[in-house]
């Protein structure tokens, strides 16, 4: 059942909008849909091993990873699979996607 779940969560990889990483104890990916998503949910975590794993996966699918230490590890201890992100981590991880479509729309024009 756990390998199961474990495939699961790493076939949700690329659906993410970015990867929160420590950079290489603890992994958190995020997804957000514009419209879709009240908040950022959580697709995928891990910590060492798994970490790893989250992080090349989303290397292959270009889904852009994140060095924030702190934040990874609070996201992951807080914060289950599938679950909204707790509001005291909107502005962290808000910042963060914006950021990241500002940077996608530069390289689109």
């Not at 603890?26 to 989250?54: E, N, S, T, W």
């Not at 230490?69 to 914006?98: C, D, H």
Request: glycine residues 0%; proline residues 6%.
């Amino acid at each position: 059942m756990r390998e199961i779940s474990r495939s699961r969560m790493m076939q949700e990889v690329p659906k993410a909008s970015v990867v929160i990483t420590n950079p290489t104890h603890f992994a958190v990916a995020l997804r957000y849909v514009h419209k879709q998503d009240r908040a950022p949910v959580v697709v995928a975590k891990g910590q060492d091993y798994m970490a790893k794993k989250i992080i090349e996966i989303a290397e292959q699918n270009e889904i852009p990873a994140v060095r924030k230490p702190e934040l990874a590890r609070a996201l992951y201890k807080s914060v289950e699979i599938n679950e909204e992100i707790p509001a005291e981590f909107y502005k962290a991880v808000a910042e963060i996607i914006a950021y990241i479509v500002r940077r996608k729309q530069r390289n689109l024009l």
